[in-house]
């Protein structure tokens, strides 16, 4: 992989070919949340589709979200500059299923999209339950 581009394009790209519709990035300041200040999450713009209070034309769904997680339950400001892991405005890739399948099918299309997709070595990986 090159670059983030081509990480986001390939992740799009494979589960579009699952059979997932690839959903636009919410704005980050939630339309009708009023609980969150930020978009801190993927699953943010479906919240309601979870909650049973909206049905989508799709059971599937792919997104590149763009977030911000600078207070709250997920606050990642005080870390900023202290690992160089934690940042306050990320890009969160994710995959989405409205009750068309579930855990067992979720990580057979991750290991494939790691595996296949990306190349990681299979004998690098250690699983855990």
């Known amino acids: 992989m090159s670059g983030v ?9 494979y589960f579009r070919k699952e059979g997932h519709e690839v959903v636009a990035s919410s704005p980050l300041v939630p339309r009708n949340d009023p609980t969150l200040m930020f978009t801190n999450a993927g699953m ?3 919240k309601n589709v979870f909650t049973g209070l909206e049905k989508r034309p799709y059971s599937r769904a792919t997104t590149a979200q763009k977030s911000v997680r600078a207070g709250g339950k ?4 005080d870390n900023v500059g202290y690992t160089a892991r934690h940042l306050t405005f990320f890009e969160m890739l994710g995959n989405f299923s409205f009750g068309d399948y579930f855990k067992e099918r979720a990580i057979e299309l991750a290991w494939n999209l790691i595996t296949r997709e990306f190349g990681l070595r299979k004998d690098k990986l250690l699983v855990t339950v």
């Open 44 to 46: 943010v713009q479906f």
């Open 5 to 13: 581009n081509e990480i986001r394009s390939t992740f799009l790209d």
């Open 74 to 77: 997920h606050n990642d400001l």
